[in-house]
């Protein structure tokens, strides 16, 4: 592979299943990231999702746990999704990097956001798994899922709510990834930008209507 930039694309499996495509990609070495991390943190949810929310890249504990949005963030998320009616169970939930990027600070290791060569290398994996669910809506949450999809000229706070031209779904929509909301400095920003938040994923519901 000397020469080539790196890429997911020599792990995807021939036959399009999630199964397949979970256990290909616990053996992915596609770019630098799966060295360091504890695991493949794939995607979960129903085949049968109409709804695909996109993360960024697993957490601390996500990377321990080896499944997505277990942590804190997944907690605002899923809160989020009943305040707004959405039905857990409709949804498929993924990260647009599979691999925890870290930087370790005495024994804590600090999350780094992924650079656009991992963001590029891992994008095949969220080809696959939109190619298997065939979505009607893609949720972007946050910068990296929405540069990985709609591209680097999407800005998350001018374009949130929105429904987004693209390749993938009948609609695509970006919004906030939920651990903004954890770093609100108080309880009040914090309600405010949950409210918004909840405002953006109700989205769903109204164009599934
Ligand atoms: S981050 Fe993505 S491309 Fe990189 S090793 Fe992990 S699964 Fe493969």
């Known amino acids: 592979m ?16 999630l199964p397949a495509l979970t256990k290909a990609a616990k053996g992915c070495e ?23 929310l996109v993360g960024e890249q697993p957490g601390d504990k996500e990377d321990l ?7 804190p963030a997944g907690r605002v998320l899923f809160q989020a999704l009943e305040d707004a009616g959405v039905d ?28 656009a060569v ?7 994996w969220l080809e696959a798994e939109i190619q298997v669910l065939r979505p009607d809506f893609v949720v972007c949450l946050g ?5 990985s999809l709609a591209g680097s000229t999407v800005r998350v706070l001018r374009d949130r709510g929105k429904l987004l ?8 929509i970006v919004t906030v ?3 903004s909301l954890l770093r609100m400095p108080d309880r009040s920003q914090y309600q405010e930008q949950y409210d918004l938040f909840v405002r953006d994923l109700k989205l769903i519901n109204q164009r599934a209507a």
């Open 177 to 179: 990834h939920p651990s």
């Open 30 to 52: 596609g770019c630098e990231l799966y060295a360091r991390a504890t695991q493949t943190v794939f995607g979960e949810g129903s085949a049968a999702a109409r709804v695909m």
């Open 2 to 17: 000397s020469g080539e930039p790196p890429s997911a694309k020599p792990w995807i499996p021939a036959r399009l299943t």
């Open 143 to 147: 910068a990296t899922a929405a540069q």
């Open 88 to 115: 857990r169970q409709s949804v498929y939930v993924t990260n647009a990097v599979k691999h925890f990027r870290f930087e370790e600070r005495g024994k804590r290791r600090i999350h780094k956001k992924p650079a």
């Open 65 to 71: 746990d080896g499944h997505p949005f277990v942590g």
């Open 118 to 124: 991992h963001i590029t290398a891992c994008l095949p």
């Open 165 to 172: 031209p693209n390749p993938w779904a009948t609609a695509l």
